[in-house]
Protein backbone atom coordinates (compact mmCIF):
# COMPACT_ATOMS: atom_id res chain seq x y z
CA UNK A 1 0.00 0.00 0.00
CA UNK A 2 2.79 2.16 1.04
CA UNK A 3 4.39 1.55 -2.40
CA UNK A 4 1.12 1.93 -4.23
CA UNK A 5 0.96 5.46 -2.37
CA UNK A 6 4.66 6.65 -3.18
CA UNK A 7 4.01 5.96 -6.93
CA UNK A 8 0.79 8.01 -6.85
CA UNK A 9 2.95 11.03 -5.37
CA UNK A 10 5.75 10.51 -8.05
CA UNK A 11 3.36 10.24 -10.97
CA UNK A 12 1.90 13.42 -9.98
CA UNK A 13 5.27 15.15 -9.18
CA UNK A 14 5.92 14.12 -13.35
CA UNK A 15 2.36 15.18 -14.18
CA UNK A 16 4.09 18.74 -12.50
CA UNK A 17 7.44 19.03 -13.92
CA UNK A 18 6.81 17.41 -17.45
CA UNK A 19 3.66 20.81 -17.49
CA UNK A 20 6.23 22.91 -16.15
CA UNK A 21 8.30 22.53 -18.67
CA UNK A 22 5.93 22.41 -21.43
CA UNK A 23 4.57 26.11 -20.51
CA UNK A 24 8.28 27.26 -20.73
CA UNK A 25 8.26 25.50 -24.18
CA UNK A 26 5.43 27.23 -24.93
CA UNK A 27 6.27 30.56 -24.15
CA UNK A 28 9.33 30.31 -25.98
CA UNK A 29 7.78 29.11 -28.77
CA UNK A 30 5.30 32.15 -28.75
CA UNK A 31 8.27 34.65 -28.40
CA UNK A 32 10.76 33.12 -31.24
CA UNK A 33 8.66 30.65 -33.14
CA UNK A 34 11.06 28.15 -33.53
CA UNK A 35 9.72 24.50 -34.85
CA UNK A 36 12.37 22.85 -32.44
CA UNK A 37 10.13 24.63 -29.69
CA UNK A 38 7.22 23.64 -30.45
CA UNK A 39 8.09 20.00 -30.96
CA UNK A 40 9.40 20.21 -27.29
CA UNK A 41 6.33 21.25 -26.35
CA UNK A 42 4.19 19.10 -27.95
CA UNK A 43 6.42 16.71 -26.10
CA UNK A 44 6.98 17.72 -22.39
CA UNK A 45 3.28 17.87 -22.46
CA UNK A 46 2.70 14.26 -24.15
CA UNK A 47 4.87 13.63 -21.25
CA UNK A 48 2.93 15.08 -18.64
CA UNK A 49 -0.23 13.44 -19.77
CA UNK A 50 1.31 10.06 -19.71
CA UNK A 51 1.83 10.87 -15.94
CA UNK A 52 -2.03 12.05 -15.31
CA UNK A 53 -2.91 9.21 -17.08
CA UNK A 54 -1.02 6.53 -15.14
CA UNK A 55 -2.20 8.38 -11.84
CA UNK A 56 -5.65 7.93 -13.01
CA UNK A 57 -5.16 4.30 -13.73
CA UNK A 58 -3.78 3.66 -10.15
CA UNK A 59 -6.60 5.63 -8.42
CA UNK A 60 -9.14 3.44 -10.39
CA UNK A 61 -6.82 0.63 -10.03
CA UNK A 62 -7.54 0.81 -5.89
CA UNK A 63 -11.15 0.33 -6.14
CA UNK A 64 -11.04 -2.03 -9.34
CA UNK A 65 -9.35 -5.17 -9.75
CA UNK A 66 -5.79 -4.05 -11.04
CA UNK A 67 -6.39 -6.20 -14.66
CA UNK A 68 -9.29 -4.54 -14.94
CA UNK A 69 -7.42 -0.97 -15.41
CA UNK A 70 -4.33 -2.08 -17.20
CA UNK A 71 -5.23 -0.61 -20.14
CA UNK A 72 -4.89 2.99 -18.67
CA UNK A 73 -1.36 2.46 -17.71
CA UNK A 74 -0.78 1.05 -21.79
CA UNK A 75 -2.06 4.72 -22.52
CA UNK A 76 -0.24 6.49 -20.73
CA UNK A 77 2.63 4.75 -21.26
CA UNK A 78 1.85 5.26 -24.91
CA UNK A 79 1.00 8.90 -24.77
CA UNK A 80 4.68 9.21 -23.11
CA UNK A 81 6.37 7.45 -25.63
CA UNK A 82 4.88 10.22 -28.46
CA UNK A 83 6.84 12.55 -26.08
CA UNK A 84 9.97 10.65 -26.61
CA UNK A 85 9.44 10.87 -30.47
CA UNK A 86 9.77 14.53 -30.26
CA UNK A 87 12.58 14.84 -27.51
CA UNK A 88 14.53 12.86 -29.71
CA UNK A 89 13.53 14.33 -33.03
CA UNK A 90 14.03 17.97 -32.22
CA UNK A 91 17.04 17.06 -30.49
CA UNK A 92 19.03 14.91 -32.12
CA UNK A 93 17.43 12.52 -34.74
CA UNK A 94 18.31 13.20 -38.72
CA UNK A 95 17.27 10.37 -39.85
CA UNK A 96 15.27 7.17 -38.51
CA UNK A 97 18.56 4.75 -38.02
CA UNK A 98 22.06 6.35 -37.39
CA UNK A 99 24.54 6.08 -40.09
CA UNK A 100 27.15 3.72 -37.98
CA UNK A 101 26.68 0.03 -38.10
CA UNK A 102 27.81 -0.19 -34.47
CA UNK A 103 24.95 2.37 -33.32
CA UNK A 104 22.80 0.64 -35.97
CA UNK A 105 23.38 -2.79 -33.91
CA UNK A 106 22.60 -0.94 -30.31
CA UNK A 107 19.32 0.61 -31.77
CA UNK A 108 18.06 -2.87 -32.74
CA UNK A 109 19.39 -4.61 -30.13
CA UNK A 110 16.41 -4.23 -27.36
CA UNK A 111 13.42 -6.13 -29.99
CA UNK A 112 15.42 -8.98 -29.33
CA UNK A 113 15.03 -9.14 -26.25
CA UNK A 114 11.89 -8.07 -25.14
CA UNK A 115 8.70 -10.13 -25.18
CA UNK A 116 5.85 -9.48 -27.31
CA UNK A 117 3.29 -11.23 -25.96
CA UNK A 118 2.50 -7.41 -23.90
CA UNK A 119 1.76 -4.31 -26.18
CA UNK A 120 3.39 -2.48 -23.18
CA UNK A 121 6.34 -4.10 -23.72
CA UNK A 122 6.87 -3.37 -27.12
CA UNK A 123 5.60 0.22 -26.74
CA UNK A 124 8.20 0.50 -23.53
CA UNK A 125 11.33 -0.80 -26.11
CA UNK A 126 10.29 1.68 -28.65
CA UNK A 127 10.60 4.52 -25.87
CA UNK A 128 13.98 2.89 -25.07
CA UNK A 129 15.04 2.90 -28.91
CA UNK A 130 14.09 6.72 -28.91
CA UNK A 131 16.04 7.63 -26.01
CA UNK A 132 19.61 5.66 -26.16
CA UNK A 133 19.86 6.35 -29.73
CA UNK A 134 18.90 10.21 -28.77
CA UNK A 135 21.21 10.31 -25.71
CA UNK A 136 24.33 8.69 -28.07
CA UNK A 137 23.32 11.17 -31.10
CA UNK A 138 23.37 13.96 -28.47
CA UNK A 139 26.90 12.65 -26.84
CA UNK A 140 28.60 12.30 -30.61
CA UNK A 141 27.04 16.21 -31.07
CA UNK A 142 28.60 17.39 -28.06
CA UNK A 143 31.68 16.36 -29.03
CA UNK A 144 31.51 18.46 -31.66
CA UNK A 145 29.73 21.43 -30.47
CA UNK A 146 31.80 21.79 -26.62
CA UNK A 147 27.91 22.99 -25.94
CA UNK A 148 27.79 22.13 -22.27
CA UNK A 149 23.43 21.95 -22.44
CA UNK A 150 24.44 18.74 -24.74
CA UNK A 151 25.39 17.30 -21.92
CA UNK A 152 22.41 17.84 -20.12
CA UNK A 153 20.64 16.60 -22.50
CA UNK A 154 22.05 13.41 -23.08
CA UNK A 155 22.38 12.91 -19.40
CA UNK A 156 18.04 13.55 -19.21
CA UNK A 157 17.62 11.31 -22.19
CA UNK A 158 19.98 8.42 -20.72
CA UNK A 159 17.90 8.56 -17.70
CA UNK A 160 14.61 8.82 -19.37
CA UNK A 161 15.75 5.40 -21.13
CA UNK A 162 17.00 4.01 -18.16
CA UNK A 163 13.63 4.60 -16.33
CA UNK A 164 11.82 2.93 -18.79
CA UNK A 165 14.04 0.11 -18.99
CA UNK A 166 13.44 -0.35 -15.49
CA UNK A 167 9.55 0.15 -15.78
CA UNK A 168 9.99 -2.88 -18.40
CA UNK A 169 11.83 -5.13 -15.98
CA UNK A 170 9.24 -4.32 -13.42
CA UNK A 171 7.38 -7.04 -15.66
CA UNK A 172 9.95 -9.78 -14.47
CA UNK A 173 9.52 -8.63 -10.59
CA UNK A 174 6.27 -6.95 -10.05
CA UNK A 175 6.29 -7.17 -6.76
CA UNK A 176 9.54 -4.92 -6.03
CA UNK A 177 10.00 -1.28 -5.71
CA UNK A 178 11.55 -1.32 -9.44
CA UNK A 179 8.53 0.89 -10.62
CA UNK A 180 9.21 3.29 -7.65
CA UNK A 181 12.80 3.89 -9.00
CA UNK A 182 11.83 4.16 -12.34
CA UNK A 183 9.51 6.74 -12.15
CA UNK A 184 12.12 8.43 -10.03
CA UNK A 185 14.42 7.91 -12.33
CA UNK A 186 12.40 9.58 -14.97
CA UNK A 187 11.43 12.65 -12.95
CA UNK A 188 15.20 13.07 -13.00
CA UNK A 189 15.90 12.65 -16.60
CA UNK A 190 12.88 14.94 -16.94
CA UNK A 191 15.10 17.96 -14.62
CA UNK A 192 17.89 17.63 -16.77
CA UNK A 193 16.04 18.18 -19.56
CA UNK A 194 14.79 21.46 -18.10
CA UNK A 195 17.94 23.17 -17.82
CA UNK A 196 18.58 23.47 -21.89
CA UNK A 197 14.71 24.34 -21.59
CA UNK A 198 15.41 27.61 -19.26
CA UNK A 199 17.84 29.06 -22.30
CA UNK A 200 15.29 30.39 -24.14
CA UNK A 201 13.79 33.81 -24.08
CA UNK A 202 11.12 34.07 -21.95
CA UNK A 203 10.03 37.47 -23.16
CA UNK A 204 9.41 38.54 -26.71
CA UNK A 205 12.58 39.46 -29.23
CA UNK A 206 12.59 43.32 -30.25
CA UNK A 207 14.19 44.42 -33.18
CA UNK A 208 15.16 47.44 -33.97
CA UNK A 209 13.32 49.16 -36.46
CA UNK A 210 16.32 51.31 -37.83
CA UNK A 211 17.97 48.73 -38.98
Partial sequence: MAELFLESILNLIGFVVGLVI???SAIGYRNTGSPTLFRLTLAFLSISAGFIIMWIGQ???TYTAPQEVRWVQTVGIGVQTIGYFFIAFSHTIKS????????RSIVILPLFLISF???EN???SFSFILLI???IETIMSYF????RTALFVAAGLGALAFGEFLGWYYFVFPQSVLNVVSITV???GLLMLFVPVTKVPLKKIKFDENI
Avoid: D, W
Fill in 186 to 188: KIA
Fill in 133 to 135: YGS
Fill in 22 to 24: GII
Fill in 117 to 119: VSI
Fill in 59 to 61: MVG
Fill in 96 to 103: FFPKSNYL
Fill in 144 to 147: ESRR
Fill in 122 to 124: IIR
